[in-house]
């Protein structure tokens, strides 16, 4: 019962740090490369802020493909 009171906050810490590393790259990925036409950028940044690690994913998985296909980088 000790090892799972050291191990699980541990890992809670570990993936809540990577989630947030994850969320501030995408950030400022999305804040940076995504071009300005239309709405997009600002839509994008608006998920990534309010659905934090989520919204991150999602912009990695979704959009970050996509960009890089279309207008490369």
């Known amino acids: 019962m000790a090892i799972v009171a050291i191990v699980l906050p541990l890992l809670v810490f570990v993936f809540g740090v990577l989630g947030t590393v994850l969320w501030i790259w995408m950030l400022v990925d999305c804040a940076t490369k995504e071009p300005s036409e239309g ?3 600002v839509v ?3 998920i990534i802020v309010l659905a934090h690690w989520i919204g991150a994913l999602l912009y990695l998985v979704v959009r970050r493909p996509q960009r890089i296909r279309t207008f490369g980088a």
């Open 44 to 46: 994008w940044i608006l």
């Open 39 to 41: 709405n997009d950028k």
